[in-house]
């Protein structure tokens, strides 16, 4: 069954959705079954978006279908020069049963810049958040309630033009697809150990390390797996082999005696829009921030003096984590770091209070999505 429906708010291109129904979907049953324990990653909504670019047409044919395979030719561009971005974030179902999401025209910028380090087409704010809002306008039953779950939402973008060549494509697929996600953490949230590579770089000065590319992340996986062997959950790059860049997938924030809290400047790192948050709410409450270089002696002396007490992580799967121990080839640093953790934990449950609305958005970075 095809229906028309049209735009909850005119888009910049002022496109018609086409929604397809998946006349397969999953019923109540099966659906309550799977938000009982959805784990990360390993189930996916009935249905997903798809909207088209050519170089000729611009934005195009926005349609939400049955989730499924997508058929591409072999000789598309992605296979062959990995021009893919994507975006992570989650919607959050309230108390009252409505359904929002987190700052996501910072998701939507953030793929914008993406775009144009890949040489792809930047998708206008208005499609990205309308994205969203087709989607759960079919899929809201799929947004768990239980304590500390979501449904974690995926965009992503992709060259799909047939052809053997080094140029930007002239036709790229832009989809979400969703998936419900568990707790992070079972048990409460507990301090992670850090692996320092010193053999790999995630990326380099003048690299896509800023972009959220798929390439930046299958660069991690061989010093994720170096981590693991030494028992870290976790892996820490360096920038010219000197800086604190970030981890395989999360932001680091140093926190200081004075409370002061410092996050490494790069080039090559992420903005982190869950990192950006939670240092606003830490200068809500008076704290100073610094974003600059910041080199692994910094932290290994600071460390050892007391003048650095503690760390943590933050990225929008696990929210905020302790870091407990980084561990080099020839040194180890160990954070008993109470009151470091103390306020990493402190911080974690204000902002993750605003998401599900048990807390105020002082600061406006909620959106609805359901209405």
Known sequence: MTINLPLQAPSAAGLIWQVTRNEQAKTPAERDAILA????????????????WSEKGGWHRPRVSPYGPIALDPSAAVLHYAQEIFEGMKAYRHADGSVWTFRPYENAARMQRSAARLALPELPSEIFIESLKQLI?????????????SLYLRPFMFAKEAFLGVRPAKKVAYYVIASPAGAY???????VSIWLSTKYARAGKGGTGAAKTGGNYASSLL????????GCQQVLFLDEGTYLE???????????????????????ILEGITRDSVLQLARDRGHAVESRR??????????????????????????????GRLLAEDFEIVHAGDAASELALSLREELTGIQYGRVEDRHGWLTRLDA
């Open 37 to 52: 324990d959805p784990g990360f990653g390993n189930h996916f909504t009935d249905h997903m978006v798809d909207v088209c």
């Open 294 to 323: 910041v080199t692994i002696d910094e932290w290994r002396e600071g460390a050892a003096s007391g003048d650095i007490v503690g760390a943590f992580a933050c990225g929008t799967a696990a929210v905020i984590t302790p870091i």
């Open 137 to 149: 306008a079919v899929d809201a039953d799929w947004v768990p309630s239980a304590p500390e779950t």
């Open 246 to 268: 970030e981890l395989g997938g999360m932001n680091v924030v140093l926190v200081y005696r004075d409370g002061t809290l410092v996050t490494p400047e790069s080039d090559s």
């Open 185 to 191: 953490f079972h048990g409460g949230v507990q301090p």
């Open 223 to 230: 010093p994720q797996a170096e981590a693991a062997e030494h």
